[in-house]
């Protein structure tokens, strides 16, 4: 088990870097220099607020340069992201243990071919990426730099706006779990984690016709967004079966 949580968390390290970089993915405004976002902890009964993180994201060009992290324990993290061209060419992540870099390349039509994986610049993955003649995505494979395939994800398309995105986590050549995403008009809906076994995990995603997320619902977790005049996101409350706490997420925006 414990082989398998380290995997999951370097795993979604990697997802991470490659999905938002810019300020339309993180639906924040155009043109915002930067955001600060903290997060909180709220006794229900006292009302008391305890901070607990805080990340801050940079942008330039509506691209993000740089992002920290800061914790009540005193931990942070760095991130810093570079571009040629608006493309994203490398992503660094670094704190007092770790130094994880990701190298971008593309092929000639400009569609991301591959990222390198490197951990204390010494290359550990490689994610490569292939697509449909019509230009969408059809398989993303990452593989160890001893060639073992340890996800695949496939995309299934119904129309060029409706798909499944299928992942498959493989740890060895017979123990390997399977998840499920579904998107509609670009955006995620929903997911389904682990299809094949007895007790999958359901999460399901709502929108406003802005194509503002507005909630998410989980088995035990529900997460409900709010957002200003101007359409900015400026709260996330956090529910659980917590009696006792439930989080905010607070963002503050500078232009």
Partial sequence: MKT???FFLFFLMKIHAQESYKTSEFKFPNNVKEVEVNEYEINRV???KKWFKKTSYFFS?????SKTESYDIGTARQFTYTYENEK???YEAIDADLVYTEMYSYNKKQQLQEIKALDQNVVTNLMLFKYNTDGTLKT??????????SCQ???IYTSKNK???RVEFKYTTQDHIIDEYYYENNLQIGSKSDVTGKQPFELFKKYDDKGNLTEVREPVTLYFNKYDANGYLTQTNINTNDNLLYTIIEYQYKF
């Fill in 4 to 6: 398998k949580i380290i």
């Fill in 46 to 48: 006292t009302g008391d």
């Fill in 61 to 65: 060009n509506n691209l993000l340069q």
């Fill in 88 to 90: 994203l060419m490398k």
């Fill in 140 to 149: 993303k494979i990452f593989k160890e730099n001893d060639g073992f395939v």
């Fill in 153 to 155: 994800e496939d995309f």
């Fill in 163 to 165: 798909y499944t995105k």
